[in-house]
């Protein structure tokens, strides 16, 4: 099937939503192949929630080959479980892990993602919170 054929059902406007939802939904699968370790995928940062706003026009659309901007939580509300993961997450592993390293990374992020009452920020909004929280005590020292 061509992808430029048109159906007599469309008009102009229906067009012009098809070409935000597609544009919204390449992002989506770019994502999901860079996701995956497929080769071809990029990282765009984009999330499913973040589809469904571009979708729905509720979210601007980057141009093709560029990020969205990165997700800021701006509120202490928001940032204070993620630093109190990571300093939490000191007084555990700091033993074995006395700097911060990608096989820590790994094992939070696993336990991040693990609780059925799942956090509501993904990892990688958070990962940078979460070690600032870990090397706290290494700053304050």
Known sequence: ????????????????????????????WEQTKHDFGVKGGHELNQGIADTVKQAMNKEPIPAADKPNPPKVIGSWDEAEYPISYGYSARGTHGGEYPTWSVDLERRLETSWKAPSDRPEHAWSHVKHLVRYGYEHDRVAS
Request: proline share 0%; net charge negative; charged share 40%.
């Open 1 to 28: 099937m061509n992808s430029t054929s048109r159906s007599y059902y469309y008009d102009d406007s229906s067009m012009d939503t098809w070409d935000r939802v597609k544009e919204a939904l390449r992002r989506d």
